[in-house]
């Protein structure tokens, strides 16, 4: 079973800003399983080729949708699961936090914690641009159809915020290390306006986004091997102490370190991290 591999794909410069990268996960026969879906920072844009699959949201099962292009929104709680019960095939667009915003003008707060069907919510001139997706080609092939559709939405696009862009940037450059109180200063902003806007438009609250790029930037590193250190890996990404690491660990990933990098779920260390940014 392979799944959530990152694609060496070309993404487009004009794209670079909100696309990061392109993972796919798929089997080549039926499955069943129950696999968590632990926070990243980063919303999916998702074409399901395959058997649909429900979502476990703190015990509830549910579809979450019934169209193959979807946007899946931000998530802020652990008990999140995908039920696979068929033959999985999927592939992800890993977005920019605000290209849901500025690229299908959805505040972010309306898809967090679950998918929505874009083709359903977009504008009837803007659908079409989506019409020569098809499930007679190879899924890969399809890439190339929806970065083009996106280009097209590049013209629509919604006005920049500048102050949410640069928030945005500087938590990524403070691998999400950062104060709330840092951020505020930079804007002209009060504390209890920059939290509603934010969680507005990104869908989750700016402390606990802080938190998970903070937690996926060690991922990253764990990414290219070097994971035998992980608390010292911790430690030098802005975590005062390692009870203090394990204790996000396990509030956001819903598991200890250990377990999590031993245990049948460790594939999605490849989709956890930085995406590029």
Not at 12 to 25: E, K, N, S
Not at 248 to 266: M, Q
């Amino acid at each position: 079973m392979k799944l959530f591999e990152t694609i060496n794909y070309e993404i487009p410069i004009v794209l670079r800003p909100f696309v990061m990268a392109i993972v796919q996960g798929e089997t080549s026969s039926a499955v069943q399983t129950s696999m968590p879906a632990p926070p990243t920072g980063f919303p999916l844009l998702i074409y399901v080729y395959n058997d649909y699959h429900k979502l476990n949201v703190n015990g509830k099962s549910f579809y979450p949708t019934s169209v193959p292009l979807n946007v899946a929104g931000q998530i802020d709680i652990s008990g999140i699961r995908m039920e696979v019960n068929g033959v999985f095939g999927q592939i992800g667009l890993v977005l920019h936090p605000l290209a849901p915003y500025y690229l299908f003008h959805f505040p972010g707060i309306e898809i967090s914690n679950g998918w929505k069907g874009l083709l359903k919510e977009l504008p009837k001139n803007l659908k079409e641009h989506f019409a020569f997706l098809s499930t007679e080609v190879k899924p890969l092939e399809n890439i190339s159809i929806i970065l083009e559709a996106l280009q097209e939405l590049l013209r629509h696009r919604m006005e920049p915020i500048e102050w949410l862009d640069a928030t945005i940037l500087e938590i990524f450059k403070n691998n999400g290390a950062i104060s709330i109180n840092e951020l505020v200063d930079q804007t002209d902003l009060s504390t209890r306006h920059f939290r509603r806007k934010f969680k507005e438009i990104i869908g989750i609250a700016p402390k606990y986004f802080c938190k998970v790029i903070q937690l996926n930037s060690v991922f990253e590193i764990i990414k290219s091997g070097n994971s035998d250190k992980l608390h010292t890996l911790a430690l030098d990404n802005g975590y005062y102490d390692q009870a203090h690491f394990i204790n996000d660990f396990n509030r956001l990933i819903g598991n200890s370190p250990s377990n999590f990098l031993n245990g049948e779920f460790v594939h999605l260390r490849s989709y956890l991290g930085r995406s590029r940014v």
